[in-house]
């Protein structure tokens, strides 16, 4: 059938309509103190794929990051637009309450 896919699992496709730093931002939004190894369980990525991606949020304003004895508290700055000026008119918690509409 046309416009039918091929593969009736939706991850056998190849691609996700979210990135890795979004996806990050999704478990931190559900786990504010996840540890870097849950995050990238969690996400299916390396822990430095996640350090950098932390790294990334927290060098733009979307995340601020402090240590609570031996973890880290991640905030997620959800008033700040998203980057693309597609979706610039939507804000990083507006996304996170599309995906977890209870937080």
């Not at 009736?8 to 996840?34: K, Q, W, Y």
Request: net charge neutral; charged share 25%; proline share 4%.
């Amino acid at each position: 059938m046309v416009g039918q896919p091929k593969h009736s699992d939706p991850s056998l496709l190849g691609f996700s309509f979210f990135t890795n730093h979004a996806h990050v931002l999704f478990v931190i939004a559900r786990e504010s103190d996840a540890r870097m190894r849950e995050l990238a369980t969690e996400v299916g990525i390396t822990e430095r794929a996640v350090q950098r991606i932390v790294e990334d949020l927290t060098a733009t304003g979307y995340l601020l990051v402090t240590k609570e004895g031996r973890r880290n508290h991640y905030q997620i700055q959800s008033e700040l637009p998203l980057r693309r000026a597609i979706e610039a008119h939507r804000n990083v918690g507006e996304l996170i309450r599309f995906i977890y509409p209870e937080i």
